[in-house]
C-alpha cells in the first residue's frame, strides 16, 4: 500500500492477501484518515474464492453451427501465455482473437464475430478454432452458415 498525502487527486489501493484457501470466503474494509483525523470507513467487501481449474480445457464453442456469432470458453490450470486463433481449411489464419496476452489460471469466456481480422463478414464454412496456452495446444472444429 501506498499513502496520499493531502490532496484531492484520486487513489487507488491494492492489498494482496497472501494467506488464504481456496473456497473460503474473505471480508475485507478500507478505512481512511483524513489530514484532520477524521476515519472514515468503507463499504465491506466480501469474496469467496472459488476452486482453480485442474485441467486446461478447450470447452465446445456454442452455439455450433452459428451464425453470426459464437461463445468460446476454455478453462486454464495454470498461468499461461495465451494465443486464439481462427483458421480456415486451407490453415490461413484468418482473425487471432487473443495474441500471445498473459492470463492467469481460471475460467474464460469470450465471443468470436465471424468476422476475419479486416473486420470482414468470413464466409460460410467450416474453421478451426486454436488455442495455445503454455504447453497446450488445443483445435476444435466450428462451422458459420449464413
Known sequence: MRCQSNTSAKTEYQFVDEDVQIGATYSYRLSDVDTKYVVTQKDMITIT????????????AYPNPFNPSTKIQYTLAEDANVTLSVVDMLG???NTIISGAHQSAGNYSIHWNGKDSSG?????????????????????KVMMVR
Open 49 to 60: 474464492l472459488a476452486e482453480l481449474p485442474a485441467m486446461t480445457e478447450f470447452l465446445p
Open 92 to 94: 490461413r489464419t484468418i
Open 120 to 140: 470482414q463478414l468470413a464466409a460460410s464454412g467450416t474453421y478451426l478454432l486454436v488455442l495455445n496456452a503454455g504447453n497446450v495446444h488445443k483445435t476444435q
